[in-house]
Structures are given as C-alpha cells and as structure tokens.
C-alpha cells in the first residue's frame, strides 16, 4: 500500500515519497512520489504534483504531471492542466484545465534489450550476394541499383 497522510493531517512544504502515497488530509506545496498517487475522497491538494500514476477521488489545486496516467473518480475535482499519457474521467467528476497527452517513454530495459538485439542482428547477418559467376568479384551494388552494407537488407521494389 505505502504510506498513508491521514485525514486529520495538514502538511505545507514539499514531499517527496519513493513509494505509493495515500492522500487523505490536506497539503499545500509540492508532491512528488515515485509511484501511484492516491488523494482519498476527503483528501485536498493545493500544489503541482509529479507521479507515475495519479488517482483522484478528493480536490486538487494544481498541475499534475503523470508518466503513465491520471484517473479521476466521481466525485473528483481538479482544477489545473495534465500532462500524461493516459487519462481517465469518470461521469460525476469535475475537471477544468488543459490537457497534454504525451506519448508514453519506452522501458529503458526494454530499449536497451531491443538496441542489443538489432546491434547483434547487424553484427551477425551477411546479405545474399546475387548470382555471379564463379571466381568473379562480388558488386558491392545491389540489384536494385543502390549500395548496400553488410547486414542491411532492402526490400525490392
């Protein structure tokens, strides 16, 4: 679950949470959490805020800035722009701001294990050199007429 800010604490400054925070007091200021965001039904919220996920059932002041998405429940109320790559809006929620839908950042891991497969791919993988006669020199032009590169490949036309 995380960390829970209970309903009969006022909190003003900045809070910075590496894990899940549950929001349901007030705070004024800044909130950032590393993972998901909860501001509860009584919770309220004066101050941007910056997670990975955001789910709103209480009052927020403010710009909130999610990587992944943002969902207000019935109930919600927000007033201040998203930025985020997903967004949820339940019938029965107040909202008024702009939105900002970003296109989500591929997982590094992800990234990195595709980058390593393509660069073992290239490294790999020779072209079929077109029929020639034997003891002739290989082109270095391909069939089509254009260059080619060791493990690149094109599609003919």
């Not at 955001?54 to 007033?79: F, H, P």
């Not at 020199?137 to 391909?142: D, G, I, K, L, N």
Request: hydrophobic content about 40%.
């Amino acid at each position: 679950m995380g960390t829970v800010i209970g309903a009969a604490v006022w909190i003003k400054g900045e809070i910075l949470s590496r894990e899940d925070l549950r929001l349901d007091g007030e705070a004024e200021g800044r909130l950032e959490v590393d993972g998901r965001l909860t501001v509860g039904q009584q919770g309220k919220a004066h101050c941007n805020i910056t997670a990975r996920e955001v789910v709103l059932s209480g009052l927020v002041e403010g710009n909130i800035e999610a990587t992944e998405r943002v969902v207000l429940t019935k109930g919600a109320e927000l007033t201040g722009d998203v930025k985020t790559a997903g967004i949820v809006i339940e019938d029965g929620a107040f909202f008024k701001g702009g939105i900002d839908i970003v296109r989500p950042a591929p997982a590094k891991t992800e990234a990195a294990a595709t980058s390593a497969a393509a660069t073992s791919t290239i490294a790999t993988s020779t072209p079929a050199s077109p029929a020639a006669a034997p003891g002739a020199p290989a082109s270095p032009a391909s069939p089509t007429g254009g260059s080619r590169a060791a493990g690149v490949h094109s599609a003919g036309k």
